[in-house]
């Protein structure tokens, strides 16, 4: 399985940003984007299952960012709106055979993180 993320930039705080994750190889996964900001541990952001959609979005960005696929894409979107400076971080897709979980141990195959900078 590859994924490959893109789509992270420099926005202002406030603003939005999509962020997008091209899979190939199986995808009857759950599929998970998390973040990892400097200094910090690596944290679950949202997951989604491949074949029904079912969603899981942390607290920290309930409201403001939702996950979604495109199956005939074999793309994972992350859309990001009302961004604020703590969402600043490196973004990683992910994703496992299973449930969705938020433990970042449980994902078998990662992107290689796209960078999102939220000014303020």
């Known amino acids: 399985v590859q994924l490959q993320a893109s789509g992270g930039g420099l926005v202002q705080a406030g603003g939005s940003l999509r962020l997008s994750c091209a899979t190939s190889g199986r995808t009857n996964y759950v599929m998970a984007w998390f973040r990892q900001a400097p200094g910090k541990q690596r944290e679950f952001v949202a997951g989604?299952?491949?074949?029904?959609?079912?969603?899981v979005h942390a607290d920290s960005v309930k409201g403001r960012f939702i996950i979604s696929r495109d199956k005939a894409k074999r793309v994972v979107y992350l859309q990001m709106n009302s961004l604020k400076a703590e969402d600043t971080a490196v973004y990683y897709c992910?994703?496992?055979?299973?449930?969705?979980?938020?433990?970042?141990?449980?994902?078998?195959?990662w992107g290689q993180g796209t960078l999102v900078t939220v000014s303020s």
């Open positions: 992910a994703t496992r055979s299973g449930d969705i979980t938020a433990k970042s141990t449980e994902y078998s195959w």
């Open positions: 989604i299952t491949w074949n029904w959609g079912t969603t």
